[in-house]
């Protein structure tokens, strides 16, 4: 699970820390702020625990220990993206360098990084926020059946201004199946419903099912996904729209939630950042 995943299902306000855990870089020292890039194991309520046993054990090992036999002791392998083995394991490595560092010992591309005791390693850096999601609550509760919910909610934290409704239809399995439409695709599904009900309600009813899919083959190139076109009567009659339907736009084309809460959710924002490293009390 993605650290936007991990942090979009923790409970509004709850307090989360990153530790950003470093990778080898060999480019230029004075680029390193900017160009280096990072690890990161979020920690949450429920996993600091289990987080700071292993940071803190292995404090007292770096240098003498191999990672991986020393994981063994503390949550099962897993090769899969983003699993805690893989995590812990990239924080370990960071954890071996930045004890070389501090020990002034070489290491391959050591002279790339800016380091200055009096600053601390360059291998780890450790900030705390308290997080407030930026999905409006009226997008959360509609998407609350969805199977697909969580990475539907992180495409809208990436890019909360693209969008302008979201839309849902029956999932085969129970539940529903979500995705966010930006301007092009709302109009056209706007002009599109308004077609085809006008089509329905000026055709004999036995006819309705053939009507639909002669509209449907009409449309191809269309610029929604292809699942929603086939599905695309659902949006027909006030019921299904108001459970099917989501605008995100209000009419001045500020990017929330109708109903909106008359402010939006503000994003993450930090309490304290000061680089210190994590140690149990």
């Known amino acids: 699970m993605s650290i936007e995943a991990r942090l979009l299902a923790l409970p509004d306000g709850q307090a989360v820390s990153i530790l950003l855990t470093g990778m080898p870089f060999a480019g230029n020292k004075a680029a390193f702020d900017t160009a280096a890039e990072w690890h990161a194991v979020p920690v949450t309520k429920e996993s600091r625990e289990e987080f700071l046993a292993v940071f803190n054990d292995f ?6 220990v191999r990672a991986s036999e020393f994981l063994s002791r503390y949550v099962p392998f897993s090769a899969d993206a983003g699993s ?4 812990y394991r990239d924080m370990l490595t960071a954890m071996e ?3 070389r560092e501090c020990n002034n010992e070489s290491y391959a591309h050591a002279e790339n990084r800016p380091y200055d005791a009096h600053r601390g390693t360059t291998w780890l850096t450790y900030v ?8 409006p609550l009226a997008l959360r509760q509609f ?13 809208f934290a990436r890019e909360p201004i693209r969008w302008c409704a979201a839309i849902k239809v029956d999932h085969p399995l129970g539940g529903s199946y979500a995705c966010l439409l930006d301007e092009a695709q709302t109009a056209w599904c706007v002009e599109g419903q308004r077609e085809l009900a006008h089509l329905l309600q000026g055709a004999p009813l036995d006819t309705s099912f053939a009507q639909i899919a ?16 086939d599905r695309f009567e659902a949006l ?7 459970r099917r339907w989501l605008p995100l736009r209000d009419e001045g084309g500020s990017c929330a939630a109708i109903p909106d809460q008359h402010q939006p959710d503000r994003p993450l924002t930090s309490d304290a950042g000061d680089g210190n490293l994590p140690h149990a009390a």
């Open 59 to 64: 404090s007292e090992f770096a240098g003498a």
């Open 84 to 87: 805690p083995w893989l995590t």
């Open 97 to 99: 360098y930045a004890r």
């Open 128 to 135: 705390t926020f308290r997080y407030v999601p930026v999905v």
């Open 143 to 155: 998407l609350e059946d969805a199977v697909n919910r969580n990475a539907v909610m992180v495409d």
């Open 214 to 229: 002669q509209w449907r083959c009409s449309r191809s190139g269309c610029p929604i996904p292809q699942w929603i076109l």
């Open 236 to 242: 027909i009659g006030e019921a299904s729209i108001a």
